[in-house]
């Protein structure tokens, strides 16, 4: 009968394990779960790291960035037509681009900024909303 000799210390353990398999849940639960904004966030930095490959592509071919707006290729690209409460624009100058993804998820007048340019293909969040 080795467990009743141990049966105070084998509680306490099984108690300890519990603990610690309920806080791992908790912990994937929170790392795993996104909210509908945090799945609008993932969309716009994929789109802005398409917009950064389709530019450094175009670069690399003709040597200039393409140049996006209303008036030449809008409408080709459904920048204004994209999924999701995003809007984007992207200004194009002779030595680089700025790609920018902006929502106002609050309605509070206040857009979240996500950028990228020329210089890189990650977007960076320059203004919270």
């Known amino acids: 009968m080795f467990f009743w000799k141990y049966r105070d210390l084998l509680h306490q353990v099984g108690v300890i394990i519990g603990l610690l398999i309920l806080m791992c849940v908790v912990l994937f639960y929170q790392f795993t779960y996104r909210t509908p904004e945090d799945a609008e966030r993932e969309r716009a930095r994929i789109m802005l790291q398409r917009i950064a490959a389709l530019q450094h592509a175009y670069r690399s071919e003709y040597g200039t960035y393409l140049p996006i707006d209303e008036k030449n290729n809008s409408r080709i690209l459904q920048l204004n037509n994209a999924p999701g409460r995003f809007r984007y624009r992207v200004t194009v100058s002779e030595d680089g681009f700025m790609a920018y993804a902006e929502a106002d998820f609050d309605r509070d007048g206040k857009a979240e ?6 210089t890189g293909s990650d977007p960076v969040l320059k203004h919270e909303d």
Not at 113 to 118: E, I, S, T
């Open 113 to 118: 900024v996500w950028v990228v340019d020329a």
